[in-house]
């Protein structure tokens, strides 16, 4: 199985739908960042229902060696830009982003990118999930947001 790097969005996202138990079943291992942990517990302290990222053993926080100087100026947030960084420094692994700009960015630094969805999307395609239907509305519902025509393109590439 392939190993993993998660920025905020699908974690919060993913434990907000009682599905980020998904993520060490799909993957061999799950990194996140300081920034990612930090965001967390930033939620928490403004009263968010958001996951504690200690309280996953198979959820490993590693801090990157750099930032590229380029990505700085950009309009990401410090979570982005550490996973980023980390997937830079360690290519072999899925980087696991929802933020479109932040998407645009990794691919073109040649990193392999995953979204919520596709996390979701291959957890149907290993029969962990019955339905994507119902995980796309408590998506919806828990705060993501999924335009109707990526929510058609998922539902059939789930074959819905």
Known sequence: MPEAISNTSPLLYLYRIGKLELLPRLFDE????????????AGKR??????????YAWLKIVSPQQVPSEWLASDLGKGELETMALALEQREKMVILDDALARRIAQAAGLKVWGTLRVL????????????????????QSGMWISDD??????KLAGE
């Open 30 to 41: 799950v990194l996140t960042v300081p920034a990612v942990v930090e965001e967390l517990r």
């Open 46 to 55: 403004k009263g968010y229902d958001v996951p504690s990222a200690e309280m």
């Open 121 to 140: 999307l291959e957890a149907k395609k290993r029969k962990l999930l019955p339905t994507m239907s119902t995980v796309v509305e408590e998506l919806r």
């Open 150 to 155: 990526v929510c058609q393109r998922v539902m």
